[in-house]
């Protein structure tokens, strides 16, 4: 376990030094500053709304590049550099530096997360005068949804070209934020048969669902009335966690038999 | 077997890529021997899989056919790891993190706990003399340096078997002998140097015995001195009357006589002697007798271009 | 080397069932509590044709929003309209978009004073109806569609199974209950709304003292409880003020002065100030269903060709008369027809209390020989939403409504025909 914290520590020393990761923060951080601004435009509740949801936009959009490019360089890198064969000769398991990239990416986006925020807080509390806890509850949720996307990337970075890489895990990003709304309208349309229905309803179940952890909209709409909303994130994040590792063990299962 | 730090048995790695049709043998039935203690080269223009030998070695690829051994164990046996260690060549290193992080890391990689950690990596540090630089980052490093760092991260489990890979290439002369210096220096702790180089002259003057690879097969395999062995001796003298051409011309070798200058070139053996003799006697003097050792160089681009031939 | 790798192959399968059980578990909630449900007439969720701004199209929708409260407030209502459309389809779960969207269409995309536009009526029922499809678990809505019958439609038996439904919601604002016992009042339905005032007036009781709002709220449902009581004794009790009936003598005549200006007079025989007749001039036999399921789908454009005019003349000492002028908006009132039909109401449901007191607000207490009527009416069934919080027994009740009421109202109806109207040929009445 030693052996993954220190690469996980390596791996999270140079993405904060990755020059293009953190031009992508500074810029988001710039914007969710600015972003009272809106302010003027529009008094009260839409003032409200206004702030919040370019706010959680921003972040989102910001953590999605962060996770996509940080995460498909990983392992390419490290082997055309050569430096993974300075680790691997060492006495670690190759789970361990999959293991090891993958808590580094995480505590990178756990960093960015927590800089935005705070960013993202500070800027709401100016413009709106009060201070919303639920906002906490969706970063906290676009955090695991960027974590699931890092273990995505890293997957398919370990049989894929970065290049191959973006286009992936960029596609099955958008395809896991739509299908569930796209299987919802199938499901409330009674003419759709069942031979269209059922290959959406397999691949809803089966892909990375990332449309589960969008749940800005009842923070921006504060009015929404939520059902069982706990039990609905617990399950989200324990569905993160499982998926996440789902990935992980693929990787490694490909990582062992891959020639370097 | 345990005599032996490395053994492979018809060691075959082919790759058969998506999309190439023809599969490559990148190493071709290769039975290799490297007893411990010794410092072998291992030989080879690029792309004679050298590399991919050592990576099989390491456990980073698995073998077509064939098997290896590393240390008594099969290759990639985990356990090895902490005895052996393995410097690629030109090594990237974290180059935000300064040399004593670097060693910091891989001594983490190793399980090696505080505080023993601490004293082994400025241990090290001092040993290829980074003491000084070891709080710069490895940005600043020159490539000499970067290469020191290299060693000493291969040297931080006290390794009974180091692989290095080109280990001097891309270094300046002065880096080069220090580089050399380190590998002898190990060689005297009883360490195995399992050095693969397309560069020769250094390797020459260190390495017990060496095998050289061309396109994934070993063509030759030996001592150093038995290798080597073949060079001639040049005779050079002056006031030789022509007579004795002929005499000399039947022990072999080349002959060549202008204006009373005798240039003879002999096979090192016995019949230099012959020679010197048969030229003093016609009142010949002696200029210089001067023996040619055969050179690594000229072996490696004798075999190679043997090999091409084949 | 090889090695076996069954153990991750089963960790592989155990993992993958796992996490679709989760997503299984989790689908339904996120389809209740997230989904951009859309009950619009594009038929597509945002997210699948705005990929490309994902994260960011609620920032959009309120962006335009803001576009839209600066378009109405420079009076351009047509570009208001396709504004609310993209907003709501953008954001369908911004409750404000609809409630104002629906007030500016009910409400304000008006010509002057008491005269608008009702064509716009069916299309913020709509709208609403949309709304509260995308929004079902959110009180605001049902209570804006429920306003927009008991308030501007003046329909209080369609205006009470919406307000049922929003009463249901724990999170209502208190004082916005009392509309379901106004509306449950004005529709004859007198016995469910003293139960309901007494409901309302035990509820305060428990929170009385808690602060000056919730004693506010405690002194005003009771006020309404002894004065809905009283007005009934008054009315309806033992020697009840409504009896014997007041004879109206109701009578209307329309003449054509200019092209497109109407005089229209008559009389009421009520001797109170304080009535008002209702006038509606449309094409002949085309009522305007006042109801969500009016419209297929929703809809900014009116029907052009319909001529749609309704006013409210008061009545002064038992007589009315008004000018109507239509000549100057050819938009609104297009006369496309061959022939309309003038309608002349009144109705006591929304008349003054003083009135009340001596007709009822059922109008036992009216009597009229020729144009006098009795309306029986159920509410038009209404469609709840799976996922509305409503009781069972509710949501039976308001799709599949049972309680009839009755009331009565004078009606009288002139016909006249296009030339008539544009005065062309022959000037005359």
Redesign the interface.
């Known amino acids: 376990m030693n052996a993954t914290f220190a690469i996980a520590g390596a791996t999270f020393g140079e993405a904060v030094r990755k020059r293009i990761l953190m031009v992508i923060l500074l810029v988001a951080l710039l914007i969710i500053l600015i972003s009272p601004a809106f302010e003027p435009f529009a008094a009260g509740r839409g003032a409200r709304t206004l702030i919040i949801s370019f706010g959680f936009g921003v972040i989102q959009l910001a953590g999605t590049f962060i996770a996509i490019i940080m995460c498909t360089g990983m392992i390419p890198t490290e082997i055309e550099r050569r430096t993974i064969y300075t680790i691997l000769s060492k006495p670690v398991q190759r789970y361990q530096f999959v293991l090891g990239k993958f808590f580094g990416a995480v505590g990178t986006l756990g960093f960015m997360y927590l800089m935005m925020g705070i960013v993202f807080l500070i800027a709401s509390r100016m413009a709106l005068g009060e201070f919303d806890p639920k906002i906490v509850r969706g970063l906290i949720m676009f955090f695991f949804q960027s974590s699931l996307l890092a273990a995505v990337v890293l997957f398919f970075s370990t049989f894929v070209s970065p290049l191959v890489n973006y286009f992936l895990s960029g596609g099955v990003f958008l395809l896991g934020n739509l299908l569930s709304s796209f299987l919802e309208t199938i499901q409330r349309n009674p003419e759709v048969t069942p031979i269209t229905r059922i290959p959406v309803q397999i691949l809803t179940v089966i892909l990375p669902n990332f449309a589960n952890f969008n749940v800005q909209n009842p923070i921006i709409n504060p009015e929404q009335v939520l059902t069982d909303e706990l039990a609905y994130l617990v399950q989200t994040v324990a569905y993160a966690i499982v998926y996440i590792a789902l990935l992980l063990v693929a990787s490694m299962l490909i990582f062992n038999q891959r020639e370097m | 077997m345990s005599d032996l730090a490395i053994k492979t048995v018809n060691l075959t790695k082919r790759y058969s890529g998506l999309w190439s049709k023809q599969p490559v043998d990148a190493v071709k039935n290769l039975n290799l021997e490297v007893h411990r203690g010794e410092i072998f080269g291992f030989l080879g223009p690029n792309g004679a899989g050298k590399t991919t030998t050592i ?1 099989v070695l ?5 073998p077509t056919e064939g098997e290896a051994y590393v240390l008594g164990k ?6 090895n ?2 005895k ?11 180059d ?2 300064t040399g004593r992080e670097i060693l910091t ?2 001594a ?4 090696i706990p505080e505080p023993d950690r601490s004293k082994r990596v400025n241990e090290l540090l001092d040993r290829v003399g980074l003491s000084r630089a070891a709080d710069q980052p490895l940005r600043t490093y020159s490539k000499g340096m970067q290469q020191r760092i ?1 060693l000493a ?1 291969c040297l931080l ?1 006290d390794p009974d078997l180091l ?1 290095l890979d080109e280990p001097t290439a891309g270094l300046d002369p002065i880096a080069h002998i220090d580089i050399r210096d380190m590998i002898l220096d190990l060689r005297d702790q009883g360490k195995t140097l399992f050095i693969s180089s397309h560069q020769l002259s250094d390797v020459e003057r260190v390495c017990d015995r060496v095998a050289i690879l061309n396109r994934g097969v070993m063509v030759q395999l030996g001592r150093i001195e038995e290798l080597l062995a073949g060079g001639h001796v040049e005779v050079i003298a002056d006031k030789v009357p022509d007579n004795v051409v002929e005499p000399i011309r039947q022990l072999g070798g080349k002959v060549s006589l202008h204006d009373g200058r005798l240039i003879v070139e002999q096979p090192d053996n016995g019949s230099v002697d012959r020679v010197i003799d048969i030229v003093r006697a016609a009142g010949g003097h002696i200029i210089s007798v001067k023996p040619y050792r055969r050179s690594l160089e000229d072996l490696f681009v004798e075999t190679i271009q043997g090999g091409r031939n084949v | 080397m090889k090695r076996n790798y069954s153990k991750l192959w089963v960790a592989i399968v155990v993992l993958l069932i796992a996490q679709a059980a989760l997503q299984l578990r989790i689908f339904p909630l996120w389809v209740r509590n997230y989904a951009p449900k859309q009950a619009t007439p594009i038929g597509l969720a945002p997210e699948q044709l705005l990929v490309a701004v994902a994260g960011f199209r609620e920032f959009m929708a309120a962006i335009l929003w803001v576009r839209a409260d600066g378009f109405f407030d420079s009076g351009n209502y047509d570009a208001v309209l396709p504004m609310l459309r993209l907003v709501t389809w953008l954001d369908p779960h911004n409750i404000d978009v609809y409630s104002t969207g629906a007030w500016h269409m009910g409400y304000n995309f008006t010509d002057e004073s008491q005269r608008s536009d009702r064509r716009y009526i069916p299309m913020a029922l709509k709208f609403l109806e949309e709304g509260i499809q995308n929004n079902p678990t959110v009180w605001d809505l049902y209570f804006e569609m429920g306003w927009m019958y008991y308030h501007k439609i003046q329909d209080p038996t369609n205006a009470v199974p919406w307000m049922q439904v929003a009463n249901e919601y724990k999170d209502m604002i208190p004082a916005r209950r009392h509309m379901l016992a106004h509306a449950l009042f004005k529709s004859g339905r007198f016995d469910e709304a003293v139960d309901f005032w007494g409901k309302l007036f035990l509820d305060a009781e428990k929170d009385r003292g808690k602060d000056w709002e919730s004693s506010n709220l405690y002194d005003v449902r009771q006020k309404n409880l002894e004065d809905t009581i009283l007005d009934l004794l008054r009315r309806y009790g033992p020697n009840p003020e409504t009896q014997p009936p007041v004879d109206l003598q109701f009578d209307a005549t329309v003449k054509v002065v200019r092209p497109r200006v109407l005089l229209v007079e008559g009389k009421l025989g009520i001797p109170a100030i304080g009535c008002r007749v209702t006038v509606i001039l449309r094409d002949k036999g085309k009522k305007l269903e006042y109801s969500p399921k009016a419209l297929k789908t929703f809809t900014f454009e009116v029907d052009s060709k319909l001529t749609y005019m309704q006013d409210s003349l008061a009545v002064r000492e038992e007589k009315f008369r008004r000018e109507i002028d239509m000549s100057k908006d050819p938009k609104m009132y297009p006369f496309k027809a061959e022939e309309y039909e003038v309608e002349f109401i009144f109705e006591p449901r929304y008349a003054s209390p003083n009135i009340q007191d001596r007709i009822g607000s059922d109008g036992v207490g009216m009597w009229d020989a020729r144009y006098l009527e009795t309306v029986r009416e159920k509410p038009a069934p209404i469609e709840v939403p799976e996922y509305a919080q409503v009781s069972d027994a509710l949501r039976r009740e308001v799709e599949n409504p049972t309680r009839e009421v009755e009331y009565r109202r004078v009606r009288k109806v002139v016909t006249l025909t296009r030339a008539d109207i544009l005065m062309l040929g022959k000037r005359g009445e």
Do not use: R, T, V
Request: hydrophobic letters at 35%.
């Open positions: 990576k390491l456990g980073i690829i698995y099969p290759a990639g046996d985990p356990k790891h902490y052996i260690s393995y410097l690629p060549e030109n090594p990237y290193f974290y935000f993190m890391f891989y983490k990689l190793f399980g290299g991260q489990n692989i």
